[in-house]
């Protein structure tokens, strides 16, 4: 009996010796890295191209999809170890989408997955240019969803330029637009309930019948003069803005010292050509 319980505590002693003296890359190598290098590669109208770093000793990729910032991200390819790009197919157009992409590792039946990659978002190009007009004074945010921070606040009647179609988290209909507010260009998110499509103004040029035109950041006599037009002078005109006063006034662009300006004229001194 005591051999035998000397043979038992000989057998454990040697395991531990056997646990200690383990070169630690064997548990280090089961797992894989953060995925690195997110990069959005070409995009058409159906397809947007991924990629991002490889990683030694890994068994493949998981890549997930959403089609929110904070929304839900469903698996929806596993690739082998010596890819690290895919090509999404198959897409509707001028729709925004994120990704983010994780290296697992196989041993023995067992899977063992590393950190997911940062978000990367991207888009599939419009088929065409869209305009829309905000129906009332509304914010402007960061990401899709009301939850997210205001960049800013736009009053009614303000055309903008539909980059693209968004989901919030709930999977409600938001739109990426940008315009122009307080003499400065605006990116972000609006809900479309805000907007309503307008046509009327993506190919308009106007002409200056005025001796002298000032330019102003706003769609207001008050507004700062950004730049000044003279007679005969022709703009391209983005949209219109109806003041507090009731008179109406263009976002026009122009060049100005070989650059493009944008700004308010007063509709009054612009006839449509």
Known sequence: MKMLQKISLGFAMCCLVCLLFLPEYISAAAVPQKVQGMKCGVITPTSVNISWSGQEGVSGYQIYRSMAYDGKYKKI???????NAFCNKNLPGGQEYYYKVRAYTKSGGEVVYGKF???LRTRTKMNSPRKAV???RANIRKHAGTNHPVVSTVNANTVVSVICAARDKSGDAWSYVSCSADGRTVKGYIHNNLLKQSQQFVTQTGKVTASSLNVRANA???????GTLKR?????ILGQEKASDGSVWYL???KQKGRFVKGYVSSRYIRLV
């Open 77 to 83: 390819l596993e690739v082998n170890p010596q890819m």
């Open 117 to 119: 990659s940062k978000k």
């Open 134 to 136: 905000i129906r009332t």
């Open 220 to 226: 207001s006599q008050t507004g700062r003069i950004i």
């Open 232 to 236: 005969g002078q022709k703009v391209i």
């Open 252 to 254: 026009v662009q122009f």
